[in-house]
C-alpha cells in the first residue's frame, strides 16, 4: 500500500492564481481531511470528509474548497491564491470503525504564494 | 469549541526523562492522541487514550484524566532522535474523523 500520496511536494504560485492539491490513499477510509500548518500554530483543519459525496468545514475553510467524488481522492482547491495562504498542507485519513483510529498523513506540500 | 494547550518547547539531557504536558476544554470529547513530528516530515502516531489511566509502549507512555482535562505524554531514555515536535489531538463523539490539535511541544534532546 502506497498509503496516502500527495501532490505536489512543492509548489510557488503568484498572488491570484489558482491551483489544485491532490490528495489519495488507497486505505479505503472513511475519513479524510485537509490541514495546514504554520509556525507555532500546529495543525489547523481546513475541510473534512466522513465519506463520499460529504465534505464538511474545518477551522480555517475561507479561500479553498473540496469535493470528495470517489472514496479515495479528495482534492483541495485554492480559488485564488493569497500569501496568507503560504504554509505546509498535509491530507490525513481514518477508518470509520465506531471509534476514534488514528489519522495516516501524507507527506505534505509545501505551498508559497507571492 | 475546543482549547488545546502545550508548551511550546521543553529541553532535555539524553538518557533522561521528559513529561510533555496537554490540557483541553472540549466538548463531547472521547479520545486524545498523540504524534511526533520531525522537521520537515508528516506527523506519525504515537499513543491513544480513551479511558483514564496510563498506556505505556515501549519507551513512550501516555496518561489521561477525563475528569481534569489532562494528557501526558512521558518518554524515558531519552534519545537524539526523540528530537521533534509532539502533538496532542483531541476527537469528539460528534465527528470520529475530525481531530483539534494543539501547537504541538518542540523537544530539543542534548547530549
Known amino acids: 500500500n502506497a498509503g496516502v500520496t500527495q501532490t505536489p511536494k512543492f509548489q510557488v504560485l503568484k498572488t491570484g492564481q489558482s491551483m489544485t492539491l491532490q490528495c489519495a490513499q488507497d486505505?479505503?477510509?472513511?475519513?479524510m481531511s485537509w490541514y495546514r500548518q504554520d509556525p507555532g500554530m500546529g495543525l489547523r483543519l481546513i475541510h473534512y470528509?466522513?465519506?463520499?459525496?460529504?465534505?464538511d468545514q474545518g477551522e480555517v475553510p475561507n479561500g479553498y474548497n473540496v469535493s470528495r467524488s470517489t472514496t479515495e481522492d479528495f482534492p483541495l482547491r485554492l480559488l485564488s491564491a493569497a500569501p496568507s495562504q503560504t504554509s505546509v498542507y498535509f491530507c490525513?485519513?481514518?477508518?470509520?470503525?465506531?471509534?476514534?483510529?488514528?489519522?495516516?498523513f501524507g507527506p505534505g506540500t509545501r505551498l508559497t504564494v507571492l | 469549541g475546543q482549547n488545546i494547550d502545550q508548551p511550546t518547547e521543553m529541553t532535555a539531557t539524553e538518557g533522561a526523562i521528559v513529561q510533555i504536558n496537554c490540557t483541553y476544554q472540549?466538548?463531547?470529547?472521547?479520545?486524545l492522541f498523540w504524534y511526533q513530528q520531525h522537521a520537515g516530515e508528516a506527523p506519525t502516531f504515537l499513543s491513544y487514550?480513551?479511558?483514564?489511566g496510563l498506556e505505556e509502549k515501549g519507551r513512550f507512555s501516555s496518561f489521561l484524566s477525563r475528569s481534569k482535562g489532562y494528557s501526558y505524554l512521558l518518554l524515558k531514555e531519552l534519545q537524539m532522535k526523540d528530537s521533534a515536535s509532539y502533538l496532542c489531538?483531541?476527537?469528539?463523539?460528534?465527528?470520529?474523523?475530525?481531530?483539534?490539535f494543539g501547537a504541538g511541544t518542540q523537544v530539543v534532546v542534548t547530549p
Open positions: 490525513a485519513s481514518s477508518r470509520r470503525t465506531g471509534k476514534a483510529d488514528t489519522q495516516y
Open positions: 486505505m479505503n477510509h472513511e475519513y
Open positions: 470528509s466522513v465519506g463520499a459525496g460529504i465534505t
Open positions: 472540549t466538548s463531547g470529547f472521547n479520545g
Open positions: 487514550n480513551v479511558l483514564d
Open positions: 489531538a483531541a476527537v469528539t463523539t460528534d465527528s470520529w474523523g475530525k481531530f483539534q
